[in-house]
């Protein structure tokens, strides 16, 4: 019996079938699809409004997955940032390091 996986590149697009990335047919036996490729071509550096933001760097040029259902593409940009936003998630991500340190004593 051949066991079956789809492989998807994120869960906000788990389930769709057109949009899985691929496939693992048994234990060696993984296979890639076009789909895999159109996803990871996007560049938030093609993106105009991203090319010239300074939270480029650290949002990378927004979801991708929110993009697609927007705007039927990956190659658009899904701006949801503000700096503010930002600040608490870069503190959160803080927050929860330092945490981590005093877990793992
Ligand atoms: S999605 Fe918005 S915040 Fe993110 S890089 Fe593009 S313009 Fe900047």
Same mark, same amino acid.
């Given at each position: 019996?051949?066991?079956?996986?789809?492989?998807?590149? #994120?869960?906000? $697009?788990?389930?769709?079938?057109?949009?899985?990335?691929? !496939?693992?047919?048994?234990? +060696?036996?993984?296979?890639?699809?076009?789909?895999?490729?159109?996803?990871?071509?996007?560049?938030?550096?093609?993106?105009?409004?991203?090319?010239? #933001?300074?939270? $480029?760097?650290?949002?990378?040029?927004?979801?991708?997955? !929110?993009?697609?259902?927007? +705007?039927?593409?990956?190659?658009?940009?899904?701006?949801?940032?503000?700096?503010?936003?930002?600040?608490?998630?870069?503190?959160?991500?803080?927050?929860?390091?330092?945490?981590?340190?005093?877990?793992?004593?």
């Amino acid at each position: 019996m051949v066991q079956r996986f789809r492989i998807y590149k #994120c869960a906000a $697009l788990m389930g769709i079938r057109k949009l899985r990335v691929g !496939k693992i047919e048994d234990e +060696n036996d993984m296979v890639l699809f076009p789909e895999y490729y159109r996803q990871m071509a996007r560049d938030p550096l093609a993106l105009e409004k991203c090319r010239s #933001c300074k939270l $480029l760097p650290l949002c990378a040029g927004g979801c991708a997955a !929110k993009a697609y259902f927007k +705007n039927g593409s990956y190659y658009t940009g899904e701006c949801m940032m503000t700096e503010d936003y930002l600040k608490s998630w870069v503190m959160d991500y803080v927050k929860y390091y330092h945490n981590l340190d005093a877990l793992n004593k």
